[in-house]
């Protein structure tokens, strides 16, 4: 992989002068935003950045740093900041004179997408897909899906996880794990049963591994099955076959075997939610292909759209029973996305993206997980491909049932600062906001990733209290 990344340099006198004046006005912008802004703003307040250039992995701030990149836009990003694949699709579609914004019109553009999309479906699946463009963003996608599995079956019952993360919006919302964010808004869950998602490390039935999953498995099962067990027939099961926000949790492939046979048998449609995991992210295109499990729902955002914003809805048309304007939105029409999309999806499977995302992300997981030893502020490595979690725990603390160490959201934050002060983009996720989130682009080149090591290994050493170098990028 040869992908170049770093930004590119002031053309003229008159560009370094912009960015002398971008670099003087970037406290200003921060103040600015911290007054105009709401409170629910998130990522702003951990990366005290203000952007101004970036390519690849890369991130110019107006004050002159540079960062390695492993956010990637919640991984969106899947090539990076600009790759010229995708620069080049939207000047091109801009040159050509192509409408921008179309509602749900046929165009070339869509058509084009919708090709390069559904020939990375497995074709069990593809064959008798059909898709629906959503508003903008993953949630409502996620809203759509719940939508249409209860207007196809006629019934209103949910069966969501603990730990999910499925979006902000009510139904979306409704079906996640976050306690504090539904605190506020009454009843909103009243049609959701939560089961358990097979975490091994903090096992909620204190077992872990594979038992821990055959029992989530059973539960599931036994429950719906139990003539009072107190949950009607649902509408749908929904899930992520690795839960992001909620800590970098894969499911385990037999696992989601299981809830695929129990959903079929009992005439329950399964959603599955792919706007994190696909587009190679976790080593395969879609994260189900693990698994070999054939949803009756896709819930796809995020990378798909090169960067731009674009959500789908892929399902089986058996439940195709909407009628005319069921559920729509004025910017599901987003040429420039669809451009960037085709763009996106053609060059990760032509260059084979999602397999290298397995080699590098097996590699860097491997590298995290032998510090465990050196470093007992770390109590798990996990993830699949270049979607990885590192749980951070207080070792002096109490292990519970299952031998893990109690949270350390503390120790987290000081590592997520330490990182950003060493040029290292990364963030939080997980129950207690304790685990360390790398989502680096697909692109990572072997220079990249054994730097984002260095980097986030030595924040990690400074916060077990073993020193670390500070080294400024």
């Known amino acids: 992989m040869t992908v170049s990344t770093s930004p590119p340099t002031p053309a003229t006198a008159a560009d ?157 919302l409704a079906v996640s794990g976050g306690v504090a964010v539904k605190r506020p808004v009454p009843g909103i869950a009243a049609e959701v049963t939560r089961l358990p998602y097979p975490y091994s490390y903090r096992c909620p039935f204190g077992v872990g591994g594979e038992r821990g999953a055959r029992l989530s498995a059973v539960y599931a099962e036994r429950l719906l099955d139990d003539p009072n067990g107190g949950v009607a027939p649902p509408a749908a099961m929904v899930l992520e076959p690795v839960q992001g926000e909620g800590g970098v949790v894969p499911a385990p492939d037999g696992w989601l075997r299981e809830m695929r046979r129990i959903t079929a048998g009992r005439g329950i449609p399964l959603i599955v939610d792919e706007v994190q995991t696909g587009v190679g992210r976790t080593g395969a295109f879609w994260a189900v292909e693990h698994s070999g499990t054939v949803p009756d729902v896709m819930v796809m955002s995020k990378a798909i759209g090169g960067g731009l914003p674009l959500a789908v809805l892929v399902y089986h048309e058996d439940l195709d029973v909407w009628p005319p304007g ?53 109590g798990d490595v996990r993830g699949r491909g270049l979607m990885i979690g590192v749980e951070l725990v207080d070792p002096g603390g109490a292990p519970d049932v299952r031998g893990a160490l109690p949270p350390a959201p503390r120790t987290a934050a000081r590592v997520r600062a330490a990182c950003l002060e060493r040029g290292l983009i990364v963030e939080l996720g997980g129950r207690y906001d304790a685990t360390v989130r790398l989502l680096p682009p697909l692109v990572i080149t072997d220079e990249e990733a054994e730097t984002v090591l260095e980097r986030l290994s030595d924040a990690l050493a400074e916060a077990a209290g073993r020193g670390g170098t500070g080294r400024p990028a």
């Not at 899947?78 to 749900?104: F, I, K, Q, W, Y």
């Not at 590298?367 to 050196?374: F, H, P, Q, S």
């Open 326 to 378: 069921a559920h729509t939105g004025t910017f599901r029409g987003n040429t420039l996305a669809m451009a960037a999309g085709a763009a996106t999806l053609r060059h990760v499977a032509r260059e084979g993206l999602a397999e290298r995302a397995a080699r590098v992300g097996a590699r860097m997981t491997a590298r995290l997980d032998a510090l465990r030893g050196e470093l007992p502020v770390i």
């Open 16 to 172: 370094a002068d912009v960015t002398a004046t971008d670099a003087t006005a970037a406290d200003a912008i921060l103040r600015r935003q911290r007054a105009r802004e709401s409170s629910a703003r998130t990522y702003a307040r951990s990366f005290p950045v203000v952007p101004v250039r970036a390519y690849g992995m890369t991130v110019e701030g107006a004050d002159g740093r540079r960062y390695l990149d492993c956010l990637a836009g919640a991984g969106s990003l899947a090539l990076g900041h600009n790759h010229p694949v995708v620069t080049e699709a939207l000047r091109r579609t801009v040159d050509s004179g192509a409408p921008l914004h179309v509602l749900d019109l046929a165009t070339r553009e869509k058509d084009a997408f919708t090709d390069a999309l559904f020939a990375t479906l497995p074709s069990s699946f593809a064959d008798r897909a059909r898709i629906h463009f959503c508003g903008p963003a993953g949630t409502d996608a996620v809203e759509a899906a719940l939508k249409l599995a209860q207007t196809a079956t006629g019934r209103h019952g949910l069966l969501a996880f603990t730990g999910a993360y499925h979006g902000m919006t009510a139904g979306a």
